[in-house]
């Protein structure tokens, strides 16, 4: 498995922006489709957006699209989600996943390693 730690969390008004960072080591993260997911208390666990290994590919759950842009550099070992116009709704801890392969969509089953999440915090 590849350990994953993510960065970036933190408090910002509607209509702010955050970036989120995914550091990952251990494993050679390219071959590695990633997945950014959230949770908030008392709910499931939700997709937010998903990166095939190179990053040719991506997906966005919709309440997300338009706002928010997966990314993620290789040499680096990491994977970034920008998140811009926040919504008070967008309030949850993100959590990022990693999945053995080429790519993955919204299915958390899929994803066999999780960082520790990191709290983003939208104020109305």
């Known amino acids: 498995q590849v350990q994953l730690v993510e960065s970036g969390g933190g408090l910002v008004r509607a209509g702010g922006s955050l970036r989120l960072s995914c550091a990952a080591s251990?494993?050679?993260?390219?071959?590695?489709?990633m997945g950014w997911f959230r949770q908030t208390p008392g709910k499931d666990r939700e997709f937010v957006a998903s990166?095939?290994?190179?990053?040719?590919?991506?997906y966005y759950t919709n309440s997300v699209k338009g706002r928010f842009t997966i990314s993620r550099d290789n040499a680096k070992n990491t994977m970034y989600l920008q998140m811009n116009s926040l919504k008070p709704d967008d309030t949850a801890v993100y959590y990022c996943?990693?999945?053995?392969?080429?790519?993955?969509?919204?299915?958390?089953?899929?994803?066999?390693?999780w960082g520790q999440g990191t709290q983003v915090t939208v104020s109305s």
């Open positions: 990166i095939s290994w190179k990053g040719g590919t991506t």
């Open positions: 996943a990693a999945a053995r392969g080429r790519w993955s969509d919204s299915q958390m089953v899929a994803y066999d390693s």
């Open positions: 251990g494993r050679t993260f390219s071959d590695y489709a």
